[in-house]
């Protein structure tokens, strides 16, 4: 019967429980084998608390085990009816859910307090090489001060900044955006700094060969302290965190798009005490790529965190000069997605996994092709699962 299964089929008005369609569960000790009966199928239902979903998954991963299918237990189907048609049923018939864990409030974001045609004037409080001897280019985190004025930001949110000069109109140069590296309460941790981590934009001109360097990232990354810098915004509710403490949250780099990760991890493991209200209990997973060892912007901080959080940090490095992948080629953060594929599809299906793409424009090519395959394996067309993720605000990009 289901009862007998372990699949509730009543749940509290309060309690949201979910079930977990399960194959290739070790038989294990006796007593996994009274919490989870496996049935000829092959497969099994495991009733799971919203609460400790991130450690249920881990614990059938420990016994072999893959999540097909998750579904929110509300005691029909039954789990009878469920083992005989397709797992994936549900999220391929595109009915719409409630996400579980929206991102917060439009309301409760702040946007646009300075426009550009009236900016805040912040001060360069610091500005420092991150890119260590022997990488390539350069990478500036720069800190500037907000005291006296009403800037405040999320983690996740843009400023823009307004370089001094005109373009080649004789016009006054316009914004560029950078993505906020630091916490809303700032690296100082009195809510007036916001930080940034800037490239120096370098490239040979199509034409000319020459060297071109661009313009607001060498204003940035050449900025000396104490210097005045026209500041815009906030902006951007793309790359929002959910409010929830157990999500499992995926985030994907390349170079400078590690800026709104350092803001997040902060968030989550280091600024613990200045959150009472957010106390990160859940899965964070970063993939990085960068081209060389000395390219891993912030490497001692989150190799600190990866050591500290062993449970809920990971961090996979595609460190694409030094690395090779299966095929002997470059090691790019697609290769790493693809390695980990079955495990991030396991992941994603969760509905309080929430997955963030942060770089250069063009990644997520590759990491829709690793995607591709590991849910393909399941019957699943991965673009059209994207694009409900999409839909439930559970897919987040911003790529430039
Ligand atoms: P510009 O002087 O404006 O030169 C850029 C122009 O140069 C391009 O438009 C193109 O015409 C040309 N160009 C560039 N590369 C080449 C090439 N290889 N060959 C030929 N022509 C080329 N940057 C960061 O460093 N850190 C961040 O955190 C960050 N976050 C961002 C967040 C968002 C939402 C967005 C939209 C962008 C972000 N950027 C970030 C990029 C940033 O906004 C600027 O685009 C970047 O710093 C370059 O600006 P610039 O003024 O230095 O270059």
Aim: with cysteine; glycine share 10%; hydrophobic share 30%.
């Amino acid at each position: 019967s289901p009862s007998g299964s372990g699949v509730a089929t009543k749940t509290g008005a309060n309690s949201r429980v979910f079930v977990f369609e399960v194959e290739g569960m070790r038989q294990g000790s006796d007593s996994d084998k009274l919490t989870y009966p496996i049935r000829r199928s092959g497969r099994v239902y495991i009733t799971v608390p919203y609460e400790r979903m991130n450690q249920e998954m881990r614990r059938i991963s420990r016994m072999g085990g893959r999540i097909v299918n998750i579904r929110p237990c509300n005691g029909t189907p039954s789990a009878e009816s469920t083992a005989s048609g397709n797992g994936l049923q549900s999220q391929q018939s595109g009915e719409q859910k409630k996400p579980m864990t929206q991102a917060k409030a439009k309301t409760e974001v702040p946007v646009n307090i300075y426009k550009p045609k009236s900016p805040f004037m912040g001060k360069c409080l610091s500005n420092e090489e991150l890119v260590k001897e022997g990488g390539t280019g350069t990478v500036r985190h720069l800190t500037f001060d907000l005291s006296g004025g009403d800037l405040h930001y999320l983690e996740g949110q843009s400023i823009g900044i307004i370089p001094p000069g005109e373009d080649a109109n004789g016009k006054p140069h316009k914004l560029r955006l950078y993505s906020i590296a630091s916490t809303r309460h700032g690296d100082n941790l009195d809510d007036k700094t916001v930080s940034l981590c800037v490239r120096q934009l370098e490239y040979q001109h199509p034409e000319t060969n020459e060297t071109v360097y661009g313009v607001c990232s060498t204003y940035l990354c050449n900025l000396e302290p104490g210097a005045d810098v026209a500041i815009t915004g906030p902006v951007g509710k793309e790359m929002l965190l959910p409010d929830d403490e157990d999500a499992t949250i995926i985030m994907m780099a390349t170079g400078t798009g590690i800026a709104p990760f350092r803001a997040f991890l902060w968030r989550m493991f280091k600024e613990r005490e200045q959150n009472p209200d957010y106390q990160f209990k859940g899965l964070a997973w970063l993939f990085f790529g960068i081209p060389y060892t000395a390219n891993i912007l912030y490497k001692e901080q989150l190799e600190e965190l990866e050591q500290q959080f062993p449970e809920n940090f990971r961090l996979t490095n595609a460190i694409s000069r030094e690395q090779q992948n299966p095929d002997g080629g470059k090691m790019y953060i697609q290769d790493r997605i693809k390695e980990h594929a079955d495990q991030l599809w396991q992941l994603i299906q969760k509905p309080n996994t929430h997955t963030y793409i942060c770089g250069l424009k063009g990644m997520e090519g590759g990491i829709d092709e690793g995607m591709s395959a590991a849910a393909g394996k399941f019957g699943v067309d991965w673009m059209e699962y994207q694009k409900q993720l999409k839909k439930e605000h559970r897919w987040h990009v911003e790529t430039y």
